[in-house]
T-cell receptor, first 113, second 117 residues
Framework: GQQLNQSPQSMFIQEGEDVSMNCTSS?????WLWYKQDPGEGPVLLIA?????ELTSNGRLTAQFGTTRKDSFLNISASIPSDVGIYFC?????????????FGGGTRLMVKP | GAGVSQTPSNKVTEKGKYVELRCDPI?????LYWYRQSLGQGPEFLIY????????DSGLPNDRFFAVRPEGSVSTLKIQRTERGDSAVYLC???????????????FGSGTRLTVV
């Protein structure tokens, strides 16, 4: 089963508001990834974080790799209707067996125009 | 191709039947992954191929599930004696192994939605 706890499970916000979601794990990961999934599509990579404490931005998106390597958060500023979708965190533990991702349960974001 | 292609996009089958799901990865990507996504959940790992060989099949739920990648490109996920609990979206992803995979994550296909009735 999944090892990542993602919260909140869903959010319904007004256009223009900022959004924050986070992910915690019982295990350490070397890399944290944040994906967005639209209906009928596969997840699309938004931001990748490669070391503890790293803070990375991609346009209106900002994500941080927690210093304990067991958590990460994603912020979206000034939300717009096209931000609607499901956001997943994923942890990656690089090893010789391959780069298997462990996903959180997702945060469903709904934006009211 | 330009992206990861999965066919069919939708598959409805009767309980007990056999199904095959196909994945065509991005050209040149040596690593290929299958994930299963149940309704309202995140994707769960099934199997990982490096080239033609299954490097990690620890996520396959039971021996009804099998996957092949005979020429190191296209992969087929095979499910025997399907059960209603197999209903889910099956996602395929590919990546460059090593540096590329770590820096840029995977590229996912749009998935095959399997419904077992």
């Amino acid at each position: 089963g999944q090892q990542l706890n993602q919260s909140p499970q869903s959010m319904f916000i007004q256009e223009g508001e900022d959004v924050s979601m986070n992910c915690t794990s019982s295990s350490i990961f070397n890399t944290w990834l944040w994906y967005k999934q639209d209906p009928g599509e596969g997840p699309v990579l938004l931001i990748a974080l490669y070391k503890a404490g790293e803070l990375t931005s991609n346009g209106r998106l900002t994500a941080q790799f927690g210093t304990t390597r067991k958590d990460s958060f994603l912020n979206i500023s000034a939300s717009i209707p096209s931000d609607v979708g499901i956001y997943f965190c994923a942890g990656l533990l690089n090893n010789n067996a391959g780069n298997m991702l462990t996903f959180g349960g997702g945060t469903r974001l709904m934006v009211k125009p | 191709g330009a992206g990861v292609s999965q066919t069919p996009s939708n598959k409805v089958t009767e309980k007990g039947k056999y199904v095959e799901l196909r994945c065509d990865p991005i050209s040149g990507h040596t690593a290929l992954y299958w994930y299963r996504q149940s309704l309202g959940q995140g994707p769960e790992f099934l199997i990982y191929f490096q080239g033609t060989g299954a490097a990690d099949d620890s996520g396959l739920p039971n021996d009804r599930f099998f996957a092949v990648r005979p020429e190191g490109s296209v992969s087929t996920l095979k499910i025997q004696r399907t059960e209603r609990g197999d209903s889910a979206v099956y996602l395929c992803a590919s990546s460059l192994i090593g540096y590329g995979a770590r820096r840029y994550g995977y590229t996912f296909g749009s998935g095959t939605r399997l419904t077992v009735v």
